[in-house]
């Protein structure tokens, strides 16, 4: 089998900041792990292995400061920068995703009509996508009323921060379940990109797949659909 | 041959009778003579106004109470036992404080209690004090008594539950007021043997500085010291104690901060205070609504009232923290069903290509 022809999916901007989103997640998780589950074998273990108790936080803080350098530069990425905001047009929501999600429930379920047609970034991409923003948000006010409890609780009172620590704890197990479960998955153990798919390696997409799975794009890549220059810029050929 | 092994055995037999009616006899005769023995010294020690000047212008008695002595659990002994550097009338040389460690060691043969304790004592605080030449640190007979040395269980002994603060409160003066004034030692004072004295908490020999990290009353280690009545059934049952008070501290950041040896974090007693611990309705009490600023204020700078607005002891499974409970139960359902529908979602897809393979293969 020749080697299929491949385009670039993810620019090497992308891939850098989905890099460092990967290692912020892995290490926030392992540390916020520890302490949720502290009184379990796993829990003890992970605090072990983070450095004891004052080490398992200074981990857990330096990696919220990186990700959160990440989400201010990817506001300014999407905002400012041509391509990332042409990127982000893309992933916005829109009333076709709704559409979408109907006719992939009907197409799995009951077996009826097609499945659905996705652009670049199909309705489980933008959900994954929204729910790192959401959780980013939630995360990031939380984790500060919990960092700065002393200035916090000036103005807050005590049962307040009762209730951040608990949506802190639990939106953080939330998304590491989502992380683990559903995105790896998609990336990791579907059978069309067992074991791996390299998108965010080298983040070279093959044609074959690309049609498969993003047929709009593959359309109005090569098939002369109405498009703007910049799209066809911005998914540029290789090899 | 056979006759000769029935002689040895008799032999055998004899000697051994002998021998333990050499101890009984000897054991008896102790008793007996033990206290006939004692009218020598008390000829001048049975005075009770015999007393002397030590060279720091201390005034001690010398007065030995004989019916004191009798009750007491050395009664068969002699003085010159115990008052081992005493060999002649005037007694001469210096007069060394009685080293109880004649007799009570471990694996002694003089019938004492056969402990570890009294290597424990040398361990604690008091013992290696002494060590070091403090004459004022407590020695046995400090906290057991003297002539009046009775088992710790016999209600007139100096160490005898309900006596122990005021054994304790004779050099330990400010903690004995501080422990009287709290719940625990005014029960305690009222002859409740449920309350704990000093030692429950501080243990009995093995006392240490709460500085030291082998004390049971070490930062680290005062949630377990604590739980051992907070915790239990029996206790807080009776006394109708929150059943919850040690979990929910356990699951607090300061809880788990402490269970990981972190010292800086809250313990109870830095919030409910030590050995003046008083109800949250009391207003002397730490954690009395208007003074919960500056209890939290010893670690949270500019503590104000918002720390009170609240309860410390927060369970999120219970109905009775308000919003921490509902938002945790929406959290459990809403957890559960995303990662349900996440699960679902993974099965369907996996559903479909099992079906789009078996329709291609068909056609």
Redesign the interface.
């Known amino acids: 089998m020749k080697p299929a022809e491949t385009i670039e999916r993810f620019n090497r901007n992308l891939r850098i900041q989905h890099f460092i989103l990967m290692i912020s997640m892995i290490m926030l998780s392992l540390t916020g792990l520890a302490l949720k589950f502290h009184d379990t074998w796993l829990g003890r273990l992970l605090m072990a292995i983070e450095g004891g108790f004052g080490m398992r936080g200074i981990i857990h803080r330096t990696f919220a400061l990186i990700l959160i350098g990440l989400g201010v530069y990817h506001f300014y990425y999407i905002l400012f920068r041509k391509e990332g905001h042409e990127e982000f047009l893309r992933i916005v929501p829109r009333g076709k995703d709704v559409r979408d999600f109907v006719q992939y429930l009907r197409f799995s379920i009951l077996g009826k009509g097609e499945p659905p047609k996705a652009g670049k970034y199909d309705f489980r991409q933008k959900f994954q996508y929204w729910g790192v923003v959401a959780g980013f948000w939630v995360m990031v006010i939380t984790g500060f009323v919990l960092w700065f409890e002393s200035a916090a609780m000036a103005v807050l009172p005590k049962w307040f921060i009762d209730v951040t620590l608990v949506f802190h704890g639990y939106e953080g197990l939330l998304i590491f379940l989502v992380l683990f479960l559903y995105h790896l998955y998609n990336v990791h153990l579907n059978p069309d990109h067992f074991p791996m798919s390299r998108v965010w390696l080298d983040g070279k997409i093959s044609l074959e797949q690309l049609k498969k799975e993003h047929p709009l794009e593959y359309e109005e890549l090569f098939s002369g659909a109405p498009s703007s220059e910049e799209e066809r810029e911005g998914g540029h050929r290789a090899q | 041959m056979r006759n000769k092994c029935c002689k040895w055995t008799v032999y055998l037999i004899t000697a051994g009778a002998m021998a333990l009616a050499g101890v009984v006899y000897g054991q008896e005769r102790n008793a007996a003579t033990a206290q006939l023995q004692w009218d020598r010294c008390l000829i001048c020690h049975g005075k009770p106004g015999l007393k002397k000047v030590l060279p720091n212008g201390r005034i001690i008695s010398l007065y030995v109470d004989r019916d004191q002595l009798a009750r007491s659990v050395h009664s068969k002994r002699r003085c010159e036992e115990c008052h081992t550097d005493i060999t002649t009338i005037p007694h001469k040389g210096e007069i060394k404080k009685v080293d109880c460690r004649h007799c009570h060691y471990k694996g002694s043969p003089m019938g004492v209690p056969d402990t570890e304790k009294y290597l424990e004592y040398e361990e604690s605080v008091h013992g290696r004090a002494v060590k070091e030449g403090n004459p004022k640190a407590a020695i046995c007979q400090d906290c057991h008594g003297a002539h009046d040395v009775l088992p710790p269980t016999d209600p007139a002994s100096h160490v005898f539950k309900l006596h122990v603060p005021q054994t304790c409160g004779r050099c330990h003066l400010k903690e004995y007021s501080d422990y009287s004034k709290g719940v625990h030692g005014k029960q305690l004072h009222e002859g409740n043997m449920d309350m704990p004295s000093c030692v429950d908490c501080h243990g009995e020999h093995r006392i240490y500085r709460p500085t030291d990290e082998k004390s049971t009353v070490y930062a680290t280690h005062v949630p377990e010291t604590c739980s051992k009545c907070h915790a239990a059934k029996q206790i807080v049952g009776k006394y109708g104690l929150s059943p919850e008070r040690v979990e929910t501290y ?2 607090s ?1 300061h809880g ?2 402490t ?4 010292k800086r974090a809250a313990n109870c007693a830095s919030c409910h205070g030590y050995h003046a611990i008083l109800p949250s309705s009391d207003p002397e009490s730490p954690i009395y609504v208007t003074n919960i600023p500056k209890t939290c204020g010893k670690c ?5 009232l ?7 002891h ?1 369970n ?1 499974k219970s109905k009775e ?4 409970y509902y ?2 139960t929406f ?2 359902y ?2 559960t069903l ?2 349900l529908g ?2 679902i ?2 099965l ?2 996996i ?3 099992i ?1 789009l393979r078996l329709e291609k293969e068909k056609s």
């Open positions: 356990k699951e950041f788990i901060a269970e990981f040896g972190e949270h700078p500019n503590a104000n918002n720390y009170a607005r609240g309860s410390i927060v999120p923290s308000g919003v921490v938002v945790s959290f459990r809403f957890t995303v990662i996440l699960i979602h993974i369907l897809d559903y479909r290509r079906r």
